[in-house]
Structure formats: structure tokens, C-alpha cells
């Protein structure tokens, strides 16, 4: 297959017209088929604490945001949700919150143990910008995947909206390199359509998720929060209105179809963000698109509210067992398979890997 330049990439990012849009669809749903296979893995996600100290422009959960009611989940909890997570079949869990310094280094670590001495799942974190001490101490713990998206490969825009907490902190590609040294598979990704981002900063991400060699890329469409700076049109990055991407569904589409060509065996998951600008097909049309993952919601649905990164978000009163019900239709109804087993990068190999050190009951509640 031929390689796409930068030119290819701007072109079919700025493309509008239907028939030539589902060609490319198609196109990347033959590579995702070819390179990945017909499964969609489904990772159970665990909101575990919206408490965060950081000022990230775009985010609900950001400190400055005081009307938002906090909540940090108990041990116990946690360790239920990875249980229903093997009683419903899936292979990974993701623990993601804000950045929150309640959640220390140690306790995370002891779930992290606990998940994996008691069952085969994968462990994926996502707990914002971390020490190396921390990140090694996770590793060491068994934890498997890390999930930190850089948001924008455009510096400028990304220190706009995402104001540094140390000074001469590592960047996020920085860490995402670091996270990859350490064993991790690594995951990144990008929001589309925030203020200030241009066209060419999206295709520039594109090569940086294939410069990066990510394991898992996590593409959603930014959406507005009326408590944020970005939201309420407080701070506007400057640009050429001809050069400003929109936050449509459809330019998230061509940017999970293209990340597909050009990292034909990333994970790349159909997001919450993408169902939530449209509820009804939304995660159908990202995995059509190139997509094989999605996200069941574990998270106890009292807890759900306050998770608000963004307003109105898809699925947020469904229970476990209902959003595992709804997905495995949804990815049945368009002649897919739900994935068994981690389904890390290279997924048969880890499916064998897994389960080949995993003791013979763990085994069996996995299937
Ligand atoms: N605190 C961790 C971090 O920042 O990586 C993990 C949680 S954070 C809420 C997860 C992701 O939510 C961010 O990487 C960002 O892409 C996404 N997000 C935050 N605000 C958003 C918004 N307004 N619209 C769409 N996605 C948003
Ligand atoms: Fe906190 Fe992550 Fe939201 Fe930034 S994006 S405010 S780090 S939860």
C-alpha cells in the first residue's frame, strides 16, 4: 500500500463529498479487518476518582471548577468492579480519574496486585501526568497498559489548554516515551475540533501517533463544558476560521479511518465522546470507520454525575450489566465479534500468553 503524505492527509481531512468519505471508510474497515481482525475488545472503565488538581482548560474535572461534587471510590469498590468485569467477560480493566494526589502511589500499586493475583485481566491506567517512581512502582505492580493522550501534537495550543503543573516537567510525548521504556503498552490520542486547532496540526498528529509506535490511540471529538475557560469562549486560541477543524462527528470519523491506514495494528478505541455527539450510531460508525475497541462504563452509577468531563455524556445512567448488554448488540448488529481475552497489541499472541500463566479457575471465569 502506498504511504499517505502530508498532502493526502489534509486532503481526505478537508474531503466532504459522501461517495469519496465512505470509500475511505471502507478502506480503513479492510486494513482494521486485515491487520486487527473482526473483534472489538470491550475494557471495562472505571471512573475511580474525579477529584484533580489540575487547570486543564477543556475539562469538567478541572480544580477550578467548583460546582462539581467530588468522589474518590473505596478499595472495595474497585475491586467489585473488576469482578463484575470477569463476571461479564471482559478482558482489561482501565482505572482512570483525574490527577489526583489522594490516589497514592502505594495504594494504587496494592490494587493493582490484588486485580492481578486474583484474576486475568489486563490492568490499563490512566491517572494523568505521574513520577517515573510512580510509573515504575505500577509497572512492577503488573500493571500492563497506560493511557495518556497528548491532545494535540501543536505545542503552542496544547500549553494554552493545558497549563503545566511543575515548571521543566516532561511533556506528554515525553512521558509516552518514558511509559514505553518502562514495558507499558502505551496508549495516546487526541480530542478533535478544540479551538485553535488547525488542519495541519491534525494531520502532524497522525505521524506523531505513528512516530510515537503507540499501542492504543484514543481519538473523540472535543465537546464544550460550560465550566471551563475553553468552554464559555473565556480563553480563544487565535486562528484562520478556513483553518479552524470543527468538533463534528464526521471529522472524527476521517481521523480514526486515517490513524487506522496509517497504524494499521493499533488498538484505536470508538469513544464515549464520538456516542455522545451522536447517541444513536455514534460507536457503530467509529468502529465501521477503522475503530476495534469500546469502553463499557463499570463505574457505580452513583458515581457517574460526577464524572463530568464534558456535558451530557452518552450512557450515564445504564448499569454495567445493561451497557454490556447494549454494546455486545450493537457490535453484533454490525457482523462483529466481542473479543475475548486481553486483546493487547498483537492480540492472539497475548490471548495465549495470558492465559497460559493464568491458574486454571482464572481460566475459566475469563471465558
Ligand atoms: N486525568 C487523566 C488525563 O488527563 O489524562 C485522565 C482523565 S481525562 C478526563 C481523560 C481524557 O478526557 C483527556 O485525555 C481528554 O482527552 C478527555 N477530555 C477532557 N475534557 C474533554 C472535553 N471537554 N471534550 C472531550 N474530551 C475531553
Ligand atoms: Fe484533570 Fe485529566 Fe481533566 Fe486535565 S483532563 S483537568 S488532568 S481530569
Redesign the pocket.
Known amino acids: 500500500m502506498t504511504e499517505l503524505t502530508k498532502l493526502d492527509l489534509l486532503d481526505a481531512l478537508r474531503e466532504s463529498r459522501p461517495d469519496r468519505l465512505q470509500a475511505l471508510y471502507g478502506r480503513a474497515d479492510a486494513v482494521r479487518k486485515e491487520n486487527v481482525g473482526d473483534a472489538v475488545h470491550l475494557r471495562g472503565l472505571i471512573e475511580v476518582s474525579s477529584h484533580?488538581v489540575?487547570q486543564?482548560m477543556?475539562?469538567?474535572?478541572r480544580q477550578g471548577n467548583r460546582d462539581l461534587p467530588r468522589y474518590r471510590m473505596a478499595r472495595e469498590e474497585i475491586e467489585e468492579c473488576a469482578r463484575q468485569a470477569v463476571r461479564l467477560g471482559y478482558g482489561t480493566v482501565v482505572m482512570?480519574?483525574?490527577?489526583d494526589d489522594g490516589l497514592t502511589a502505594e495504594w494504587i500499586a496494592e490494587i493493582v496486585r490484588w486485580i492481578k493475583s486474583e484474576t486475568a485481566l489486563a490492568v490499563t491506567l490512566?491517572?494523568?501526568?505521574r513520577s517515573q517512581a510512580e510509573l515504575r512502582m505500577w509497572r512492577s505492580a503488573g500493571a500492563d497498559r497506560y493511557?495518556?493522550?497528548f491532545?494535540t501534537s501543536d505545542k503552542n495550543l496544547f500549553h494554552a489548554i493545558h497549563p503545566d503543573r511543575y515548571a521543566n516537567g516532561p511533556d506528554r510525548l515525553t512521558l509516552l516515551k518514558q511509559l514505553k521504556d518502562l514495558g507499558y503498552e502505551a496508549g495516546g490520542?487526541?480530542?478533535v475540533g478544540i479551538p485553535g486547532q488547525s488542519f495541519e496540526s491534525l494531520a502532524n498528529d497522525i505521524f506523531t501517533f505513528r512516530a510515537l509506535d503507540l499501542d492504543m490511540i484514543?481519538i473523540?471529538?472535543?465537546?464544550?463544558?460550560a465550566a471551563?475557560p475553553?468552554?464559555t469562549g473565556a480563553l480563544r486560541p487565535a486562528i484562520d476560521p478556513f483553518e479552524q477543524v470543527p468538533n463534528s462527528e464526521e471529522m472524527v470519523y476521517k481521523m480514526i479511518a486515517l490513524t487506522r491506514i496509517v497504524c494499521p495494528t493499533a488498538n484505536i478505541p470508538s469513544t464515549t465522546?464520538l456516542a455522545t455527539i451522536n447517541k444513536v450510531d455514534g460507536r457503530k460508525l467509529g468502529l465501521k470507520a477503522g475503530a476495534n475497541v469500546v469502553m463499557p462504563n463499570l463505574t457505580p452509577v452513583k458515581y457517574r454525575s460526577m464524572?463530568e468531563?464534558?456535558p451530557a455524556k452518552a450512557c450515564i445512567e445504564e448499569s454495567a450489566t445493561d451497557c454490556n448488554q447494549c454494546l455486545r448488540g450493537q457490535i453484533h448488529s454490525i457482523g462483529r465479534v466481542a473479543g475475548q481475552g486481553p486483546g493487547g497489541k498483537g492480540a492472539m499472541e497475548t490471548v495465549a500468553r495470558v492465559m497460559a500463566d493464568a491458574p486454571p479457575h482464572l481460566v475459566q471465569l475469563q471465558r
Not at 490512566?126 to 501526568?129: D, V
Open positions: 484533580c489540575r486543564c477543556y475539562c469538567g474535572l482512570q480519574a483525574g490527577e490512566s491517572l494523568g501526568e493511557l495518556l493522550r491532545e490520542g487526541v480530542m484514543g473523540g471529538p472535543y465537546i464544550a463544558h471551563t475553553l468552554g465522546a464524572y468531563i464534558y
